[in-house]
C-alpha cells in the first residue's frame, strides 16, 4: 500500500474511523485505540489524532497529546541551569505513537512524530510547555525516539525528551 502523507490526513479522533483491525503489534496500543481513545477524547484526558487513507476510514496510525508536569531535577544539569527554579515545569506528552504493521517503514511514523511535534510547537505559543515528553513502552519504542534527537530523563531512561526550544528551531 502506498500512503498518502498529508498533513490533511491526520485528524482527531471520530466515532467514523475504522479502529477495529488496527493491529501495531503491541495489544496495549491496539486494546488503546479500539476501546479507550474514543473515550480519552470525549473526557478531554488526552487529544487522539489518527492518520487514515482519503475515502478510507480504517486507521493506519495513531497517536496522542497531553498536558503534563515534569519535577525539573530530573532534566540534565546543563539546561537544569538555563531556567528558572520552578521545581516543576509544564510539558506536553506524546503518550502513545503507532503505526499499523501494514503500513510500516514508509515515513508513516515519522509524519505523525513531526505532525505530534509541530501541534506542540503552535500549542504552547498559547499554554506554554518547554519540552516534549514521550514514554517509550519497549526498547523498538526508544530507539525510534532517540533517532529523532530525544534525550532520555536521568533516573527514568524510558522517558525521553525533546525540548521546545529545540523543536521552535526545528521549524524556523
Ligand atoms: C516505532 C514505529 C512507530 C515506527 O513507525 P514506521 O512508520 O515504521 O517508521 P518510519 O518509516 O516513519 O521510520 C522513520 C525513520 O525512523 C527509523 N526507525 C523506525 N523504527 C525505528 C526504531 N525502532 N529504532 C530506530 N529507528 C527507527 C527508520 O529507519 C527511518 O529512518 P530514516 O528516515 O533515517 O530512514 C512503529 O514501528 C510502531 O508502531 N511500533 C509499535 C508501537 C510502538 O512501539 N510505538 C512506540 C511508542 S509507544
Same mark, same amino acid.
Given at each position: 500500500m502506498t500512503l498518502v502523507l498529508a498533513s490533511e490526513? =491526520?485528524?482527531p479522533i471520530e @466515532?467514523?474511523?475504522?479502529? @477495529?483491525?488496527?493491529?501495531?503489534?503491541?495489544?496495549? $496500543?491496539?486494546r488503546y485505540l479500539r476501546d479507550q481513545a474514543r473515550q480519552d477524547a470525549e473526557k478531554r484526558v488526552a487529544a487522539p /489524532?489518527?492518520?487514515?487513507?482519503?475515502?478510507?476510514?480504517?486507521? &493506519?496510525? /495513531?497517536?496522542? &497529546?497531553?498536558?503534563? =508536569?515534569i519535577v525539573m531535577?530530573? &532534566?540534565?544539569?546543563?539546561? #537544569? @541551569?538555563?531556567l528558572p527554579r520552578y521545581g516543576q515545569l509544564p510539558v506536553t506528552l506524546l503518550g502513545r505513537l503507532a503505526v499499523d504493521g501494514t503500513a510500516r517503514g514508509q515515513?508513516?511514523?515519522? /509524519?505523525m512524530?513531526?505532525?505530534?511535534l509541530r501541534r506542540s510547537l503552535e500549542a504552547s505559543q498559547q499554554i506554554a510547555a518547554m519540552a &516534549? =515528553?514521550?514514554?517509550? @513502552?519497549?526498547?523498538?519504542?526508544e530507539s525510534f525516539y532517540r533517532h529523532f534527537d530525544f534525550q532520555p530523563?536521568?533516573?527514568?531512561? #524510558?522517558?525521553?525528551? $525533546?525540548s521546545m526550544a529545540e523543536i521552535a528551531k526545528m521549524f524556523a
Open positions: 490526513n =491526520i485528524r @466515532k467514523a474511523h475504522d479502529r @477495529k483491525s488496527f493491529d501495531c503489534g503491541n495489544e496495549a $496500543l491496539n /489524532f489518527v492518520f487514515t487513507q482519503p475515502g478510507n476510514p480504517k486507521v &493506519l496510525g /495513531f497517536y496522542t &497529546l497531553s498536558s503534563s =508536569i531535577d530530573e &532534566l540534565p544539569a546543563a539546561l #537544569m @541551569k538555563r515515513g508513516l511514523g515519522e /509524519f512524530l513531526v505532525d505530534a &516534549l =515528553i514521550v514514554e517509550a @513502552k519497549n526498547e523498538q519504542a530523563f536521568q533516573q527514568t531512561p #524510558m522517558r525521553l525528551f $525533546l
